[in-house]
């Protein structure tokens, strides 16, 4: 079974790039990061998630969850 995609708005990647940069994290880093823990991802996919114009699947949501130490709420969230 294929896994699920979250189908996304700007939001999402704006919220991942905006906690991510708090945390003076590189996009090369949090794609090392993830990669560590078994997560598919290349920065170029990170790139067009961020941006908006590729869905995130579950589980890349749940390893930046994790990677950044923050929670679904503050990665979902509606400014």
Do not use: P
Not at 48 to 69: F, P, V, Y
């Amino acid at each position: 079974m294929e896994e699920q995609k979250i189908k996304q708005d700007i939001r999402i990647g704006d919220n991942i790039r905006k906690i991510r940069q708090q945390q003076e994290i590189g996009q090369t880093e949090l794609v090392r990061l993830l990669q560590l823990e078994g997560v598919e991802m290349t920065r170029e996919t990170l790139v067009k998630i961020e941006r908006g114009t590729q869905h995130i699947r579950a589980s890349q949501l749940r390893g930046i969850r994790d990677a950044l130490h923050t929670t679904y709420d503050a990665l979902l969230a509606e400014e």
